[in-house]
């Protein structure tokens, strides 16, 4: 070998022994890492399962006999002061139980369809009430379209704005009078005013338990127009110098009627006396099932003001399911809770915030500005937890961070079209089981809520089309909605300020 040769082979491992060097250096001091992502199981089988059972025959039989009563039937209760910090508890029961969907739908795609076009009016109609309070519009100061026949001819009471909210997803059973008599009731945590419908009915739609009579009972008591129940109102007028309601819902239902007080009573754990509630004498929209609502909102006169809960708390069983679970006011929290701040908008009281700060995708935080989520002086923007709610939306910049979060680690799976609102869907239909990345809700004070599969991948008809249960709203505000809500015990104290999330705590 020359001298030259030598010279470069000499040359050559020295550059070779530098580059080695110089990796090994750059590995010590950025080492090479490796993103790992958690993922979770969906039963595909057992949600469908739940899915077609909604139309069959036994079910139907099941659920006539599971709530079928005497319509003369009363409860004796224990008097409960309106200051008692003791336990009141109720039962919850999905909208199927009483409003069987085969007597409507087709098939579980039809009956999607309309939970879906439902829960966008809601959504739409707490936007739209937001926005209303946050420019300082009242609803009194506003006039019903010209076309719109809401009342009766011999009631005089005024027509607000349809930008209230009604949803009829979920019902509880309350006693109401003396003797106390039980109605089926929609649950309602975007709503104040309690109102059930009552003879004499001018138009009332069908319900599953006789129509409430004041005259039955000795302690029901008209108000009259210069209380402070009556003066309360949003919406009020007088006749003969009673005072009376008027609530409009944002799919087009309302409610009309006497503003009274009454009795109410939560089964056997306690009765509470002189509770203000509408007795509806011209009621219409898709209460249907139930006798009327439960406002559980945070204005004066929702159901948790007036009875001076400390605290309350629900837990929502899947919606397809004809199981029952708890409201409690007053009860202790779960010791497993995950817990977030509570806040109050100084334009709305009626709903309830939530300090939200992020997602978690496959166990790795997602980048979203936590002030997307963020509410500002003006009242605009925030997170709110509401029953009524379906499906979970977002402003745009957050849902897209989340969607794309979500689709990068599901390209293994099956894609299909768009339905309805959802754009992000998927064919399970030759699946059992799929395994799928987890998702996660990240709150203010640093704890975490992880979420079960089910309440974030949702079937949308019975042939194994399951969709992403988030969407996304033009509206700055964010609405945490009862999917994301099923088989979580959601706490809510009010004297504390906080919420708490407790998984299977049903």
């Known amino acids: 070998m020359s001298q030259i040769e030598n010279n470069m082979s ?35 089988s057992s949600s469908l399962s739940s899915a077609l059972s909604l139309f069959s025959t036994q079910q139907t039989t099941d659920t006539n006999n599971l709530y079928k009563h005497d319509s003369g039937t009363t409860t004796t209760t224990t008097t409960s002061n309106l200051s008692s910090s003791g336990t009141l508890s109720l039962e919850i029961h999905p909208r199927v139980s009483l409003h069987a969907p085969h007597r409507a739908y087709t098939d579980y795609r039809a009956l999607t369809m309309s939970r879906l076009a439902r829960d966008t009016a809601r959504v739409n109609s707490i936007i739209a009430k937001t926005n209303l309070r946050v420019m300082g519009i009242r609803h009194m100061d506003l006039n019903p379209l010209e076309d719109q026949q809401l009342m009766p001819n011999d009631l005089e009471a005024p027509v607000s704005s349809g930008t209230s909210m009604g949803s009829g997803e979920y019902f509880s059973r309350l006693g109401v009078g003396s003797p106390s008599k039980e109605f089926f009731m929609v649950i309602d945590t975007g709503s104040d005013i309690s109102w059930l419908q009552c003879q004499p009915c001018s138009d009332c739609y069908q319900q599953t338990d006789p129509i409430f009579s004041p005259s039955s009972s000795s302690s029901y008591s008209p108000l009259t127009c210069n209380t402070r129940e009556c003066t309360t109102l949003e919406v009020s007028a007088c006749r003969n110098s009673a005072c009376l309601y008027q609530v409009s819902y944002g799919d087009g239902s309302y409610t009309v009627g006497d503003f009274v007080t009454e009795t109410v009573s939560f089964g056997s754990s306690g009765r509470v006396p002189k509770v203000a509630i509408g007795c509806g004498h011209e009621n219409e929209g898709l209460f249907v099932g139930a006798a009327g609502l439960l406002g559980l909102g945070g204005g004066p006169l929702s159901l948790t003001s007036q009875i001076k809960a400390t605290s309350f708390s629900y ?24 817990t977030a701040p509570l806040l109050k908008s ?66 293994h799976l099956k894609p299909t079209g768009n339905v309805a609102l959802f754009d992000t869907c998927y064919d399970f239909s030759s699946l059992s089981s799929v395994k799928v990345p987890t998702v996660a809700l990240h709150f203010a004070g640093g704890q975490t809520l992880d979420l079960p599969a089910k309440n974030y991948l949702i079937p949308v008809d019975s042939s194994g089309t399951y969709c992403f249960a988030f969407a996304e709203t033009a509206s700055s505000m964010s609405i945490i909605g009862n999917v994301q809500q099923q088989g979580i015990r959601v706490h809510y104290d009010l004297a504390k300020s906080q919420v708490a999330f407790s998984p299977n705590n049903c």
């Open 346 to 411: 100084n334009k709305v009281n009626t709903f309830y915030y939530v300090g939200l700060t992020g997602f978690s995708v496959g166990g790795q935080q997602i980048s979203i500005p936590p002030s997307l989520f963020g509410m500002d002086d003006s009242g605009s923007g925030g997170v709110i937890v509401d029953s009524g709610t379906a499906v979970t939306r977002l402003p745009s910049q957050a849902y897209s961070s989340l969607r794309d979060s979500f689709t990068r680690l599901t390209q």
């Open 10 to 44: 000499i040359s050559s491992k020295a550059t070779k022994f530098l580059q080695i060097f110089i990796l090994s250096l750059i590995l010590c001091t950025h080492p090479i890492t490796s993103t790992t992502y958690t993922f979770t199981s969906l039963d595909v």
């Open 315 to 338: 837990c929502l069983v899947d919606r397809d399911s004809p199981k029952s679970s708890a409201l409690e006011f007053n009860a202790v929290k779960p010791a497993d809770s995950v």
